[in-house]
């Protein structure tokens, strides 16, 4: 489950932080409401990284991995030609 603490809450709290990040939780750092930073496990920062690293035009074929053989497969989902988007039906 994530946390929300402002700032200040985070650095009075910043124990407890690592403590619910270590058992799996994220904590997320507002300022003035709006989200700002997160704290997450340190076993989801692979999964974070290889997210950024694929980047948003990469799909999901990018975000297979993490066994043998899986490089395989990227390249060849990513050797599919797409097909063409449907057409939108206009209407009257």
Not at 16 to 37: N, Q, S
Not at 47 to 56: K, S, Y
């Amino acid at each position: 489950m994530t946390k929300m603490l402002t700032i200040d809450e985070g650095k009075a709290k910043f124990t407890r932080c690592l403590r619910r990040a270590e058992a799996g939780d994220a904590v997320v750092f507002t300022r003035r409401g709006k989200p700002i930073a997160a704290l997450v496990p340190a076993a989801e920062l692979a999964q974070l990284e290889r997210l950024r690293a694929a980047g948003p035009e990469a799909g999901l074929a990018s975000l297979a991995g993490g066994w043998d053989g899986s490089e395989d497969l990227v390249a060849s989902i990513a050797k599919i030609r797409r097909s063409r988007g449907r057409k939108t039906p206009r209407f009257r």
